[in-house]
């Protein structure tokens, strides 16, 4: 499974921008699929993941209420909205897919990795 994430760029805080993760071909063969961040001299966290078939989800405290993570209709694209950024939301956001059907905060658990995608968040 190859993914590409989409979608970053430079904003502020108060724009809402949507980050966008697709699989090469069109189609996700996977059942699970989500988003982690990794911020300059941080290590990668975990941000949030969504199950394709029946869109349980499950979110960072840190971005809770503030990102939320969804599905396309056709389920071939999963987005993360970002709203009520903070400048600390600046990283390189990855999106990422595994083969079990159990949504996890783990990065090891996930097989998939896409290129990632930067977001900067200016005050």
């Known amino acids: 499974v190859q993914l590409q994430a989409s979608g970053g760029g430079l904003v502020t805080t108060g724009d809402s921008p949507r980050l966008s993760c697709a699989a090469s071909?069109?189609?996700?063969?996977?059942?699970?699929v989500a988003w982690f961040r990794q911020a300059p001299g941080q290590r990668r966290e975990f941000v949030a993941t969504?199950?394709?078939?029946?869109?349980?989800?499950a979110y960072a405290d840190s971005v809770k209420g503030r990102f939320t993570i969804s599905i396309a209709s056709t389920k071939n694209t999963v987005y993360l909205r970002l709203n009520s950024l903070k400048p600390e939301d600046t990283a390189v956001y990855y999106c990422?897919?595994?083969?079990?059907?159990?949504?996890?905060?783990?990065?090891?658990?996930?097989?998939?990795w896409g290129q990632g995608t930067l977001v900067t968040v200016s005050s």
């Open positions: 969504i199950r394709r078939d029946d869109a349980l989800s």
């Open positions: 071909g069109g189609t996700f063969s996977v059942p699970v």
């Open positions: 990422a897919a595994r083969e079990g059907r159990g949504l996890s905060d783990r990065d090891r658990e996930y097989e998939y």
